[in-house]
């Protein structure tokens, strides 16, 4: 009798000691998504990281027995699995109600053309195999690294350009960019001009300058780049039917001693400045500048500044608070808090709107009361808080806007900028003035608005 009783023991506690080491049952895992999708990823250079998170929904623990890429070593692809980079993974512990995370990156390898790469993550249990597609489309560039051009070059627009630190233009070189043309620029990245560089769009073909971060998230981010910087060899550059975007300054001017010429171009999405210039001599016509963390025009020391038939608006909400007026500009530095006065400061403003977030948006001040200080503002929209002399202009009236946070600062049909332009500058100036930056010809009514954007029926 106790030795039949020893023996159920034994049965009883075998019995239990199997059910104890098997709890996990094989379950359909949920996943955050069933596509992990990579657009346009330059070849060469690695994409972002992308998440895919693991779900257990159950209310039992399961064991995920593998995890692995199915391309293996020969992948495109790389996996973080639960916190360990590897491309597979054994015996994956997934409590009841909880998750894992998986990340996934990309390089994708020289070749022709525009290039599509394809993969998975594959999870077993047992019999029960589940699947997550990888997707990635590539992108052939012309890779720079730490270039110093020395003599005249022409980029075009066979293939984008992508500058992973620095281009630099020599001071005797000539860089030439035609329509069309896409540069783009990695982490701090910038373009330094000592010479002379030529931006030349066309209406239907921009060429863009904008950050490598391709991906719908980082479209309208600023401060993902240096900027283009000319410094006071440079000579001979104008920038005409571009788009610059997504930088710390746009265009940096220090001291060039002929005009830097800016024409239908859009200037956005900067962290600190779209213009910023130090004794030196813009004009800006028919352009847009828009979004950025301290000024969209700054120009300090003096200098020879226009602003003609351009829209300078904004509304920047990027992590900080600006305070900063949308344009200003001084004929002198601060020294031990004492204003230094250096240069004359001349400043034209005609057709432009000038408007944003903050109740004033025009700074003009010189070191002594309107001393080596002239302005002529005509025939524009301004909000500000200053008493400013001014010809046929718009004070502090909202200028409605198609939809500021769309970035679109076209005029609605209802805004008051609308025919109220000078119509004798754009006469005078028709390369740069006759045509808005959608090529609309402004004096097609007979009554051109004020700003880069003539009023279009819908």
Not at 53 to 73: C, E, F, H, M, P
Not at 142 to 160: A, G
Request: aromatic share 12%.
């Amino acid at each position: 009798m106790r030795q039949s009783f020893f023996y159920i023991l034994i049965i009883f506690f075998t019995l239990s000691s199997c059910k104890k080491e098997q709890p996990y049952n094989r379950v359909e895992l949920a996943f955050s998504t069933d596509t992990i999708f990579f657009d346009t990823v330059f070849t060469q250079v690695g994409s972002a990281t992308r998440m895919l998170k693991v779900y257990n929904q159950t209310n039992q623990d399961i064991i995920i027995d593998r995890i692995y890429l199915a391309g293996g070593s020969g992948s495109d692809f790389r996996l973080n699995i639960n916190g360990v980079p590897t491309n597979e993974a054994k015996n994956v512990f997934l409590p009841a109600h909880d998750s894992i995370y998986i990340f996934a990156e990309v390089t994708i390898h020289p070749n022709k053309g525009y290039l599509l790469r394809e993969d998975s993550v594959i999870f077993i249990q047992a019999d029960k195999i589940q699947s997550i597609n990888l997707i990635a489309i590539g992108w052939e560039v012309f890779l720079i690294k730490k270039l110093i051009i020395t003599s005249d070059t022409l980029w075009s627009s066979d293939r984008p350009i992508l500058i992973w630190d620095y281009v630099a233009i020599d001071r005797n070189a000539t860089l030439a960019i035609t329509e069309g043309t896409k540069v783009f620029l990695h982490r701090f990245a910038g373009i330094h001009v000592f010479g002379s560089l030529r931006v030349q769009g066309a209406p239907d073909s921009l060429i863009t300058f904008t950050s490598d971060r391709l991906e719908d998230d980082y479209q309208d981010i600023p401060g993902q780049w240096g900027g283009i910087v000319l410094y006071p060899t440079a000579h001979d550059n104008n920038f005409s039917w571009c788009q610059i975007k997504n930088s710390i300054v746009g265009i940096s001017v220090d001291s060039v001693l002929d005009t830097v010429v800016i024409d239908h171009s859009q200037i956005i999405h900067q962290s600190y400045a779209n213009i910023f210039a130090n004794n030196t001599n813009v004009n800006v016509y028919s352009s847009l500048l828009a979004d950025a963390g301290w000024y969209n025009f700054a120009a300090i020391n003096g200098g020879r500044y226009k602003i003609l038939g351009s829209t300078v608006a904004n509304y920047y909400t990027w992590g900080t608070i600006r305070t900063t007026p949308a344009v200003a500009i001084t004929n002198y530095y601060i020294q031990n808090n004492q204003p230094i006065y250096v240069a004359p400061a001349d400043i034209t403003i005609i057709n432009t709107i000038i408007y944003g977030s903050l109740d004033n948006e025009l700074i003009l001040s010189p070191a002594e009361p309107w001393q080596n200080f002239t302005y002529t503002i005509s025939h524009c929209l301004i909000k500000t808080d200053q008493t400013y002399q001014t010809t046929a202009s718009i004070i502090n009236q909202n200028p409605l806007f198609s939809n500021i946070s769309g970035f679109d600062f076209s005029l609605s049909s209802e805004s008051p900028a609308r025919d109220k332009a000078d119509i004798d500058i754009i006469n005078s100036l028709p390369a740069m003035l006759r045509f808005d930056i959608n090529q609309a010809d402004r004096l097609a009514d007979g009554l051109p608005d004020i700003g880069a954007f003539e009023w279009q029926q819908q």
